[in-house]
């Protein structure tokens, strides 16, 4: 942490939430967490192991209801993936969805990223990071909180490959000025559409989420960024 405001509480990826969800999400829980779902406890993940084959393992962290992410593994099923959220209904809903499109190559933590990154990523371990619509904590107060922070930056390269990706995607352009002076500081990773450019889309998000949906609606621009590590 690099001052006394950040000392006070530790940067989470998003707000820790419950809710039991729908009948349908909550048999989801029960029935296919099994297969799909990783835990804390299990220590530094083997990924061969974890997904029963080598492939390259993408990480998407909060990824609300899982719309992108469920179609991201469904139109990629020669990569990895693993989601990380703490909002109950919405991991019920991606269960769901990898029980209904039959996937093999996802699989989810219900706890915060930081506590994955720390306990549970390998360090050189992933090809790719993403992470779209993160929490804008728009009070100014409350910029600290954001999660694309430099140290968060430093530890996603640590658990990256050489050359793998981070995708960042925002509607808010406060979040999107902060996020490329993150990236535009960092001596890790090189902005792969030019110093202070912002990107196209991400080809990891195959699909308009409701929160895209919501942007658009109200008239906000998607901002993207995509990196590669040095």
Request: aromatic share 8%; net charge positive.
């Amino acid at each position: 942490m690099t001052s006394s405001t950040q000392q006070n509480f530790r940067i989470r990826s998003f707000v820790i939430r419950g809710g039991r969800g729908t009948p349908a999400q909550v048999r989801a829980m029960r029935d296919v967490w099994p297969a799909a779902g990783l835990e804390l406890g299990g220590g530094m993940l083997d990924m061969p192991a974890v997904f029963g084959r080598e492939a390259p393992v993408f990480l998407e962290i909060g990824f609300g209801t899982g719309q992108s992410l469920l179609a991201a593994a469904a139109q990629n099923p020669d990569k990895n993936f693993i989601g990380v959220e703490t909002h109950r209904p919405g991991v019920g809903a991606l269960l769901m969805g990898i029980e209904q499109l039959g996937l093999t190559n996802l699989r989810v933590f219900r706890v915060d990223v930081i506590d994955v990154l720390d306990k549970c990523i390998p360090d050189n371990s992933l090809a790719g990071v993403q992470i779209f619509f993160p929490d804008p904590w728009q009070k100014r107060r409350h910029f600290p909180r954001r999660l694309v922070q430099p140290e968060f930056l430093h530890k996603l390269a640590v658990k990256l490959q050489q050359r793998g990706s981070i995708h960042l995607a925002t509607d808010w352009e406060d979040y999107a000025v902060h996020m490329m002076q993150v990236v535009s500081a960092s001596t890790e990773f090189k902005n792969t559409a030019g110093e202070n450019q912002f990107g196209s889309r991400s080809p990891y998000r195959p699909v308009i989420s409701k929160f895209e949906q919501r942007a658009i609606r109200e008239g906000r621009s998607v901002r993207e960024l995509q990196l590669v590590k040095k």
